[in-house]
């Protein structure tokens, strides 16, 4: 019987270069994975704890204790168990943690060794990853949401909201699709370039230009698109993240970029006036993490038109999830394995998302690593679609260029962007 037989962490650099856990499984038939865990900026409150040293190192974001809590506390209890049984491995974590937010060992710890298991226990089985973690059901190729324009707290512009995506869904294969979104990406790169703008890139490899306001972003990749030779609705998309618990003060909705604060009430009429002027198929965040009247009325006057994502919102928690089922807030989740602590975790949200006919989006952190897990995770779930940054930058890349091998592995595998949003 193959077993654990040494678990070990490093502090190593995320893509913001701050400090991040990286966790290594040693198995005893040989077998060594490692996994590099990502951090979030614009997290959400309820989102498992990040454990940080604090002090002078690193200003404060040392990740030696976690990296101890692997190292001791952690490995204690996981070494000479199977690496085949990831939910026990978890359940194991959970309950030496104790916590609800694994507040004493860091979900960073947690989730580095979790996913370190994971990918062992596929490497000793000679499996993908995607393959180990789906089974013969995982086919699906997500379709991406590529943010090419970043603002809020990704960004040092005037644009309140965070992201601006676009969604290849007119396309038949995963190739294609980040084809026509590298030539649009490049496109607007040589449009912002030529009317001044600044073309520095922003945490998720968007361009951070300083628009005036919050819908310019939206009118440039509009022209992107065509220029590039795409048709826009027909066969790409947009999709927005406002983030909007980062300007959600006082019960108001402050777009400081435009010099404007706004009632619930007065932004969701902003969204529906941007839903009929625009091809936007999806809005993340529209409403604040602690705004559910609002994301109530939100997903009334649009659930039935377009994707409503909870991300701050629902934290990847399948509690919080049922909340919002319970109440008909929004009809989709964005899926962080950070943001509750397993894989294991992430998983039963994903399930009971699928029975509850909401979304799923598989999704990185703004601080990544070049770790490509979240890839073979979003086919291993079928999960249909994945948010993973612009085309650029290594760290953002290391995604696509992974769900390219994976497409060609795949022979039968199926990218349903057509049927998306039919
Ligand atoms: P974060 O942002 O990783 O900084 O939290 C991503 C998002 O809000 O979707
Ligand atoms: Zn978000």
Wanted: aromatic letters at 8%.
């Amino acid at each position: 019987m193959v077993y654990i037989d040494r678990i070990s962490a490093q502090e190593v650099l995320d893509s913001r270069g701050n400090p991040t856990v990286k966790a290594t499984v040693v198995l005893s038939d040989g077998t060594i994975a490692s996994a590099i865990v990502p951090s979030g900026a614009s997290t959400g409150k309820r989102e498992a704890l990040e454990l940080r040293d604090g002090g002078e190192r690193f200003l404060g974001k040392g990740v030696l204790k976690a990296c101890e809590n692997v190292e001791v506390a952690i490995a204690d209890e996981l070494v000479g168990l199977s690496p085949y049984n990831q939910a026990q491995i978890d359940m194991i974590m959970q309950e030496l943690d104790g916590t609800e937010n694994y507040s004493k060992l860091g979900a960073n710890a947690v989730l580095g060794v979790s996913m370190a298991v994971a990918r062992a226990a596929a490497k000793s089985l000679n499996l993908p990853l995607y393959r180990y973690l789906g089974g013969s059901n995982a086919m699906v190729l997500p379709v991406p949401m590529l943010n090419i324009i970043n603002g809020g707290a990704h960004a040092n512009n005037g644009v309140d909201l965070q992201e601006y995506m676009i969604m290849p869904t007119g396309f038949d294969e995963f190739k294609e699709a980040l084809r026509a979104s590298v030539e649009i990406y490049q496109t607007l790169k040589k449009l912002l370039a030529q009317e001044g703008f600044s073309t520095a890139l922003g945490d998720e490899g968007g361009f951070a230009p300083d628009f005036k306001n919050n819908q310019e972003p939206i009118e440039y990749i509009l022209r992107a698109i065509e220029a590039a030779g795409y048709r826009p609705e027909e066969q790409v998309v947009l999709a927005l993240d406002a983030a909007s618990s980062e300007f959600y003060r006082d019960g108001f909705y402050h777009l400081a970029g435009e010099g404007r604060q706004l009632t619930s009430d007065e932004l969701i009429q902003y969204y529906e006036e941007l839903v009929e002027r625009y091809p936007i198929r999806s809005i993340e965040d529209g409403m604040a993490e602690d705004d559910w009247e609002g994301w109530r009325k939100l997903t009334e006057r649009l659930g039935d038109r377009i994707q409503l994502v909870g991300d701050d919102l629902f934290v990847t928690n399948k509690a919080i999830l049922a909340e919002g089922v319970g109440q008909g807030v929004a009809n989709a989740i964005l899926i962080k394995p950070n943001q509750i602590g397993t894989i294991t975790q992430t998983m039963e949200t994903v399930r009971f998302a699928q029975r509850s006919s909401y979304r799923s989006i598989m999704s990185h952190r703004s601080g990544e690593s070049e770790d490509p897990f979240i890839a073979d995770f979003a086919v291993g779930l079928n999960t249909g679609q994945i948010k993973t940054g612009a085309p650029a930058r290594g760290e953002r890349t290391a995604k696509y260029n992974r769900l390219l091998e994976i497409e060609r592995d795949l022979i039968f595998g199926e990218y349903i962007g057509k049927e998306l949003f039919d």
